[in-house]
């Protein structure tokens, strides 16, 4: 299918004052929206993380992708990486720029700014040929992916500001085990889900040991649970709350830094008889970190993400790595739209590897933000149905989708800091240390 043009459009939505390891949530975040069109005069659509350089590249790639064919998207890999050149620091994330990252990871421009170029090809193909994108990456395995419950610290407050832009807080304020394991029930309650992930690196650890086990106390030993303090912690504190949590834990990630960090964690766990896995999407996250962390046993799971990773057919292929190695893979989230939900599922149904429940941030997403016409996604027993429109499988509401960029106009939020609006909200002497704890 040939493009006819190609339509970068940012939009904001609300986004709660959830807490991390180096601060909180800003009250909006901003994705980027690009539609391809094609020549039949049908669009297809992908959606990324924003920051201002990924917004200037993507508009500035608008020539050299219209009169491309979406089928072949080497072609437009190609244009992508010509275009950019040499990644450097004006292009950087700033969702991963807030945590110090590996440069490999902060710099992956590549990746980032193809993927949401490649989604939108994906859905345009598959809407033009009359097939779902699943089958496009290989065919799906299965109908429904199943998502984790994703758990946060936070502040009381929905999101948004203002009189008029203000959510509601749907879920109250979150600083206590207490007050965790309410959130657990309440999403659990509205979605399904079947297993649950606590956002950690908040409190001091033993806060949050406490908080895990409140959680196994209330939920069961067949409810998995999951901890990720975002490299918060050194070795030898992520040994010591691994210990503590030998027994309960499906998987241990990202405590501390680096993928030294994580191999002297799992030898250390390892001697002490305790073989829990350890999950990254921190310091493995590109094709040329695999074959270091495989040599040092750094991690045995590997949260893809198809926004970092170049596509959702690289994270097909990472899956298939990760099979012949004997390593696990889920997918990893950040605050998105409905457009990232469906290209996770129909991903997570093409990759039969995938046996851990994703991650999505979608059950913090309000109603009134999202894009897709008909409104938010539904979830049932904490499963998305793959479905078998072609393309994604969805239509743009294209008033909300105008409603969202009109807000993006307002807002003055741009590049994601959460330091900085700890520091404007919480504690003014507030500063970034990784590991903390």
């Known amino acids: 299918m040939k493009i006819t043009d190609m339509i970068v459009t940012s939009v904001t939505m609300a ?19 690009v539609e391809l069109v094609g020549e039949n005069g049908l669009s297809g659509f992908g959606e990324a993380s924003y920051s201002s350089r990924t917004f200037d590249d993507l508009v500035a790639l608008r020539p050299d992708v ?24 004006s292009n950087l994330d700033p969702v991963f720029k807030n945590f110090d990252l590996t440069p490999r990871l902060m710099n992956s421009a590549l990746a980032r700014t193809y993927s949401p170029i490649e989604v939108a090809a994906l859905d345009l193909s598959g809407r033009a ?38 959510r509601d807080d749907i879920y109250g304020e ?18 399904g889900f079947r297993s649950i992930k606590l956002k950690g690196g908040v409190h001091p650890p033993d806060v949050e040991i406490a908080t895990i086990r409140a959680l196994r106390d209330v939920f069961g030993p067949d409810v998995p649970l999951r901890i990720d303090p975002n490299c918060a912690w050194t070795v030898e504190t992520s040994q010591y709350v691994g210990t503590e949590l030998a027994t309960t834990l499906e998987y ?10 994580m191999s002297a964690l799992r030898k250390a766990l390892l001697e002490r008889g305790i073989d829990m896995p350890l999950a990254t999407n921190m310091c493995v996250t590109s094709f040329s970190d695999i074959p270091e962390s495989i040599a040092k046993d750094a991690v045995q799971v590997i949260l893809g993400d198809h926004h970092y990773w170049g596509g959702l057919r690289a994270v097909v292929e990472l899956g298939r790595i990760c099979s012949t190695f004997g390593i696990g893979i889920s997918m990893h989230s950040n605050s998105h739209l409905g457009i990232s939900l469906m290209a996770m599922a129909h991903l997570a149904a093409a990759v039969p590897m995938m046996t851990y429940d994703a991650d999505t941030h979608y059950p913090w997403l309000h109603e009134d933000d999202e894009i897709i016409r008909g409104g938010k996604i539904r979830f049932v027993n904490g499963c998305v149905l793959v479905p078998t429109k072609p393309g994604l499988g969805f239509e743009i509401d294209r008033d909300a989708l105008q409603h969202g960029h009109e807000r993006f106009l307002r807002c003055s939020y741009r590049d994601r800091d959460d330091v900085l609006y700890m520091r404007r909200t919480v504690d003014p002497n507030w500063e970034k240390l990784l590991p903390r704890w």
């Open 15 to 33: 986004d709660a004052p959830l807490r991390n390891s180096v601060g909180i949530h800003e009250p909006y975040v901003n994705r980027i929206v």
């Open 129 to 166: 040929w009359g097939v779902p994108v699943s089958e496009l990456l290989g065919g799906r395995t299965r109908d429904v992916v199943p998502f984790s419950a994703y758990l946060f610290y936070k502040h009381a407050g929905g999101g948004g500001e203002g009189t008029d832009d203000v």
């Open 252 to 261: 241990f990630e990202d405590p501390t830094p680096e993928i030294n960090g």
């Open 174 to 191: 979150a600083m206590t085990a207490d007050a965790i394991v309410a959130q657990a029930r309440q999403m659990i309650d509205a979605y």
């Open 66 to 89: 219209i009169g491309l064919d979406t089928a072949n998207l080497n072609a437009i890999l190609k244009v992508v990486g010509e275009h950019l050149g040499s990644a450097d620091e």
